[in-house]
């Protein structure tokens, strides 16, 4: 078992949820990432997802979009958030998990990418555009290594597909809970409770529900049916507007709710 | 690099690079699409509309006077500009527009570079009484005001991309994301032979009939295949419905122009094949223009239709195998093809089809008298004419 799936495991063993914040890295500079990722580790997540920046992310929404935008302004590329991953304290000890596109991982080598996200500790990769049909020398590259591949299974994914992902999944499922692209939403589609609840039977990972979770509410609700959530561009909107106490609040009252 | 001998592989490129929302839509289209090919009623209904509505078959014009100018092989035209609705676009369009309906779907979302296919998208829903949007980038609404106008009359709601540098690019991504939302109901029509697969397979089977058209009547006219057939290329729908046909007759040589922009050297291009790297961009692995971190580069070309950063997979093999040979003409070339088609035959050709005709003046007259040269006339130029207006200065001279 990979160590990202046991942290999760070990969490849901103590009568726990998952909390997994996303953040973008490079928005508001390479230079307060590893900051943040102590600032949120002390608040208690489970483990972070770390945005890539990417020219041309058709999967996310306008707040990340824009947080994207910024951080390639600030001349964020993959190799560099590497790189100050490389340098973080070591009091940070959660598991990290990268969410990039895939071109920047082909344009990077997929190789040498795998090399250097073992050499400094990541724990999960999250691809949008590699579903399980493409994903086979990625997926080769990682069997012998501590870094997960985490697939995604959408509401719109037939059972037996569904099947088929999560009996390959590893560290987590992530469940998409909307049929669209990340961001704030109010309502979740009737049929997902149900859904979810199949997903969790048929996975033997835990499963993890995002995109468009931005609540305390929506946290407790969600949490209910899976194995913990993961909040994106909430966060990244409270990062961008400094808004710590905004994060602390999200994330202190999702982990009590949830562990009630 | 990823290689997955698949479906939808034309050699290493091609794919399904798309997020899971969208697996189950790709999958339902190929088995609509294998269903629909194997019903003669829903060809005999498209070549109905074909005929009727779009006015095929569409002549394949012998350029006498260019031909003279040009001094050595005879130039033919296959005259998609004069299909309803301006260019070949209307042939994807309506083949697409009739299989939404057979999956049941009655709303379509489309992206479009030059307005062309969004024209013809939206002719094709009107037509059918489909619910349409199109995604189209700021810059493209600037170059191409009054095609956004026509898709409006047309019913169809049309959508400013300000992301990026407001271009086809952007246009795709921004449909992409409004489909991965709405996909239950709705259906993309991709313009191009491009993206995940079953696209690339299904926009090269309906524009398909421009090379099986050519093929009869240059046979009917010269009582042999031509020596040389020449396309341009963005996204590559024109050029591989018009190579498809000719792919295995090795004696008819096959050209592919790419939009060359300011000059491939100076970076500011749409030419993937001559200065792409292979990647992944919307769904498909191709050549795309990146920089060395993976970033998709913006493509650069006076002609809106080209303006795009990668090629379609099956370009990109029908290139690596060395079938086709691609090559790229510049702005100031594709003009200078624009004003002499006008001059000696009479015929504006749009700004895409100029790159072509270019090339194929400059390849004729290298070329025996006795040579036959076709060059595919993808689309007419009146929706250029304020560009090429600003790019000539006001003027002709």
Known sequence: MKTLEKVIQSCISNGEKAFVPYIMAGDGGLNVLNERLLFLQELGVTAIEIGIP?????????????????????????????????????????????????NPVLAFGIKEFVERCVGVG???????????????????????????????????????RIAEIVSRAQGFVYAVTVNGITGVRNSYSETLEAHLERLKKLSPVPVLAGFGISTSTQVVELGAHTDGVIVGSAIVDAFHRDDLDLIAELVQQATSHIIL | MVIEMRKGRYGKFGGQYVPETLMTALTELEQAYEEAKADPSFQEELDHYLRDFVGRENPLYFAERLTKLAGGAKIFLKREDLNHTGAHKINNSLGQALLAM?????????????????VATA?????????????????????QELNVFRMELLGTKVVSVDKGAGTLKDAVNEALRYWVANVEDTHYILGSALGPHPFPE????????????TRRQIVEKEGRLPDAVVA???????????????????????????????????????????????????????????????????????????DYPAVGPEHCHLHDIGRVTYTAVTDAEALEGLQVLAKTEGIIP????????????????????????????????????????????????
Do not use: W
Request: glycine share 12%.
């Open chain 1, 54 to 102: 990417f020219s041309d992310p058709v999967a996310d929404g306008e707040t990340i979009q824009q947080a994207g935008e910024r951080a390639l302004a600030n001349g964020t590329t993959l190799r560099k958030v590497l790189d100050t991953l490389a340098d973080r304290s070591d009091k940070v000890t959660v598991p990290l998990v990268i969410m990039t596109y895939l």
């Open chain 1, 122 to 160: 990541v724990r999960g990769l999250i691809i949008p555009d590699l579903p399980m049909e493409e994903s086979g020398m990625l997926g080769e590259a990682l069997v012998d290594v501590d870094v997960a591949l985490i697939p995604l299974v959408s509401l719109t994914s037939p059972e037996d």
């Open chain 2, 102 to 118: 057979r999956m049941g779907k009655r709303k379509i979302v489309a992206e479009t570079g030059a307005g062309q296919h969004g």
């Open chain 2, 123 to 143: 002719t094709a829903c009107a037509l059918f009484g489909l619910e349409c949007v199109v995604f189209m980038g700021k810059e493209d609404i600037r170059r």
């Open chain 2, 232 to 306: 341009c290329i963005g996204g590559g729908s024109n050029a591989i419905g018009m190579f498809h046909p000719f792919v295995d007759d090795a004696d008819v040589a096959l050209y592919g122009v790419e939009a060359a922009g300011s000059g491939v050297a100076t970076g500011k291009h749409a030419a993937a094949i001559a200065d792409g790297k292979e990647g992944v961009l919307h769904g498909a692995y191709m050549y795309v223009l990146q920089d060395a971190d993976g970033f998709i580069q913006e493509a650069h070309s006076i002609s809106a239709g080209l």
């Open chain 2, 202 to 213: 299904i926009v090269r089977d309906f524009q398909r009939v421009i090379g099986v058209e």
């Open chain 2, 350 to 397: 749009a700004l895409e089809s100029a790159h072509a005709v270019k090339f194929a003046v400059d390849l004729a007259s290298t070329m025996s008298s006795d040579k036959i040269v076709v060059v595919c006339l993808s689309g007419r130029g009146d929706k250029d004419m304020q560009t090429v207006r600003e790019a000539l200065g006001g003027g002709t001279r």
